[in-house]
């Protein structure tokens, strides 16, 4: 007899061989029937339904249509006697190369911990005001660029009016009537050319009559005509005022953009800052955008040659080349994933009369856009080479933006890229791992001079400029881990993909700066004995405290990760070991009075309390320290805090709270908040998120957030359809990926999965979970499995090979 390791058994092999025969007869019978079915709505018609569309112009800008190239962003209004393309360049914001730091702040650390340990509160956030925060206060603020405005003389009556959005080409499309003509126009931005491409087509030859010009919100702009049919607009960002510290504050990026037109027929031409076409058959613009912007401590560049260089690179191709350049570029990451939930009674109507009416209509359909949307928003917002994607992704229209549009490192930022893995766009992570590499620059001096601390640390916001010190207030300003909570993403790269390399020469190095920064900022309660962090907040909730417990939850996590990143590199054994025994000194979770989990140190949790941030809550998500069944009694008890804080909130609070509810396993719950946030209240026409006012966190968490419900692999298994809920009786799910370097597509039919597809990317063993004993097929055969405990089995796997997941026929 073979010996057999405890807690496994081997199934027997007979029995999976009878029972997988039967599962693939009935697969090949449900294939003519369901199988094929999906998959034919899949190739013709899931696409085809990627469509945002208007019977009418967009007034307001959250009614505008987004496209981008990941620097280059537009909001398309989509007017018939004037169009209007509002457009950005991620590099735009006010400011200056600049350090934050404060320096000799860390000699009033000691006194701040003391007052804090003593219970004077005030008084501690009173001092650390006065001597520990940034320099100045507050930090940037992200531009507008301009404005592209075409005008078509006549076009004020029109008919058959449409506007839309094709999230699968990233194309925005307006036609409409003008007389006895149809008139067409394309919008896209593109990666490959780095330009903004505007096509204008009529179906009766020579009637295409319209002018362009472009146009900037900042003082002392110029445009001039530099060719025939070229214009360029030059400016440079000088001093303001700000609103809030009544300042005037220095700026100094230059800008430049470059409109270039072909037509074909009629005239084009260029006269006093504005192109005119004359009865044309068709005309194609196109606009380049740049910035004196190098890094944040360089802004020597030459935006004029840099918009020249990108046109000239355009000269010799046409519109077709152009577009399907683009279209290409675009579907290679957006059709990683697809989304089948069913057929509702709707799909055909516009979008803003769906998101009106979805509480009280059966409209699958809007939920798989509204997926699909998300990861739109990310390819258009953060490519390799741009900016990551801010508050508002590339998306500003205000010279004054809400919270200056910046990267807030509290949820926000951290919420932009919980889809970039699983969602298959791990390209679109790269850009925040950019801002990663610049802020353990500006973090390392804000380290030394607030903290007298090895490393580096960001505190809840960051810039252009790389800002890394608390800003705002001491209250909620002082909070020292979000460059820890960052470095999640790092791991999270590597636990997905694999990439040594990566993790070797990239990550690690982060990484194992920032848990240095906490090596030497813990220190020991003088109450508990507990090694914990202060001064910091639980964030925006509860002011300046000792030992908030979402600090300790991520300082875990961090050292977590990099005690396994060392493991896997075979270095820093002395290093892994220091972080062991500190990790295992830090504040425990702890449960209070009404059984909740407590979120500071003492037990002071109000029940009532409505708080939109629920922070205390990043060990059950997106940490992984609090679960089901490795932690039975946090795990309620964190429910128990999600409880008194209530289904309310902004945008992205509810879409982190779909992510909790798909934790806690709870598929109804998790689609109530889902739900939630497609409704007037919660989404704007556009299907922007509103916060209120838009922020794009709430889109990207909301995303993440389906997935979650369908896909979990945060414990090192493959757990299918864990927060399944009943209003998807069955739907299909292609292309997920999951971590341990696996991607999955998940088939369910009566609320029960029916077939899963492993793809095994880096030959590692593969665990799964789900509701329902399963059987695992490999080359037709069934696979050799363990049953570790009920309704898992575990399986090796080779690199490339394909694994089909079924529940044995009874």
């Known amino acids: 007899m073979n010996a057999q390791k405890p807690g496994t058994r081997t199934i027997n092999q007979s029995a999976v061989v009878f029972t997988l025969c039967l599962t693939i007869l009935c697969f090949v019978v449900l294939g003519c029937v369901t199988g094929n079915a999906a998959r034919n709505r899949f190739d013709r018609e899931n696409w085809s339904g990627m469509k945002l569309w208007y019977r009418q112009p967009a007034q307001d800008w959250t009614e505008a249509l987004p496209v981008g190239n990941g620097r280059l962003g537009a909001m398309i209004f989509g007017g018939t006697q004037q169009e209007r393309l509002q457009f950005n360049e991620d590099t735009l914001w006010t400011g200056r190369p600049h350090e934050y730091h404060h320096e000799g702040a860390a000699e009033y650390l000691p006194a701040v911990r003391k007052l804090l340990f003593d219970g004077q509160q005030r008084q501690a956030d009173k001092l650390a005001a006065e001597h520990m925060m940034s320099v100045p206060l507050r930090q940037e603020k992200y531009q507008p660029f301009g404005d592209l405005l075409l005008n078509f003389p006549g076009h004020d009556e029109y008919s058959d009016y449409r506007r839309q959005l094709d999230i699968d080409t990233g194309i925005s499309t307006v036609r409409y009537r003008a007389g006895d003509a149809t008139f067409t126009r394309e919008v896209f931005s593109s990666f490959p050319d780095q330009v903004i491409v505007v096509s204008l087509t009529c179906d009766k030859p020579g009637r295409l009559t319209f002018t362009a010009k472009l146009d900037s919100p900042h003082p002392g702009s110029q445009t001039l005509v530099v060719a025939n049919r070229s214009l360029m607009m030059r400016g440079q960002l000088h001093e303001y005022m700000d609103r809030r510290s009544k300042r005037k504050k220095p700026s100094v990026l230059k800008f430049a953009a470059r409109l270039g037109c072909q037509a074909q027929g009629g005239k084009a031409k260029a006269v006093d800052e504005t192109l005119e076409v004359e009865n044309a ?23 004029k040659q840099r918009c020249d260089d990108t046109i000239g690179a355009l000269r010799a191709r046409d519109y077709d080349v152009l577009r ?42 809007l939920m798989e856009l509204y997926y699909q949307f998300g990861r739109y928003l990310l390819i258009a917002s953060s490519r390799p080479g741009s900016q990551p994607a801010n508050l508002q992704g590339i998306w500003n229209d205000k010279i004054d933006p809400p919270w200056e549009s910046k990267w807030t490192t509290n949820i926000n930022t951290e919420m932009n890229y919980w889809p970039a893995e699983v969602t298959a766009l791990s390209e679109c992570h790269e850009p925040l791992f950019d801002l990663l590499d610049d802020v353990a620059v500006s973090g390392a001096k804000t380290a030394k001079a607030h903290y007298n601390c090895r490393g580096w640390v960001l505190h809840h916001n960051t810039d252009l400029w790389r800002g890394a010190a608390p800003i705002n207030a001491a209250n909620h300003g002082i909070w020292v881990t979000g460059g820890a909570w960052l470095c999640q993403d790092l791991w999270e790269r590597y636990a997905f993909t694999g990439d040594k390399e990566f993790l070797k020469k990239r990550a690690y190095p982060l990484m194992k700066g920032a848990a240095t920064f906490f090596v030497d900022f813990l220190v020991e309660d003088p109450k508990t004995g507990w090694l914990i962090s202060t001064p910091s907040n639980s964030p925006e909730n509860g002011g300046l405290v000792a030992g908030p417990t979402m600090d300790h939850q991520i300082i ?41 989990l407590q979120e500071w140190l003492e037990d002071k949790d109000d029940p009532k309390n409505k708080h939109r941030h629920v922070s205390h809550l990043f060990g059950l998500h997106p940490g992984k320290e609090i679960t089901r069944r490795g932690t039975p009694d946090l795990f309620a008890a964190a429910r128990k805090s999600l409880e008194f804080r209530g289904d309310g909130g902004t945008g992205w609070s509810m879409a982190w709270k779909v992510n909790f509810q798909a934790r806690f396993e709870d598929g109804d719950h998790a689609y109530k908040m889902l739900s939630s946030l497609l409704t007037p209240q919660r989404m704007f026409p556009n299907m922007f998120d509103a916060h209120p006012p838009f922020q794009i966190d709430g889109n990207f968490g909301g995303t993440a957030g389906i997935a979650e419900m369908l896909l979990q692999s945060h414990l090192g298994e493959l757990h299918l359809l864990p927060a399944l809920p009943s209003v998807w009786p069955a739907g299909y799910i292609k292309g997920l990926r999951a971590r341990g370097g696996f991607e999955v597509d998940i088939h369910w039919k009566n609320g029960i999965l029916t077939k899963s597809v492993i793809r095994s990317k880096l030959g590692n063993k593969c665990r799964i979970r789900s509701s329902e004993p399963v059987a695992v097929m490999f080359n037709d055969k069934p696979a050799r499995t363990t049953k570790p405990q009920e309704n898992v089995v575990e399986f090796e796997t080779t690199t490339g090979q394909i694994y089909i997941i079924s529940i044995p026929l009874h």
């Open 556 to 596: 875990r996590d961090l050292f977590t990760n990099c005690i396994k990143a060392s493991e896997v590199l075979g270095v820093d054994e002395d290093f892994r070991r220091k972080l062991t025994e500190l990790r295992g000194r830090i504040a425990p979770n702890q449960i209070g009075q009404y059984g909740q």
């Open 281 to 303: 058959d068709s005309a194609t613009l196109v606009l380049a955008a740049a910035t004196s912007f190098e890094n944040f401590r360089d802004v020597s560049a030459d935006p």
């Open 324 to 365: 399907q350049e683009h279209v290409d570029d675009h579907r290679r990451l957006f059709r990683r994933t697809a989304l089948e939930l069913g057929t509702g009674d709707v799909a055909e109507r516009p979008t803003d009369e769906r998101i009106k009416n979805f509480a009280g209509q059966n409209d699958p359909e």
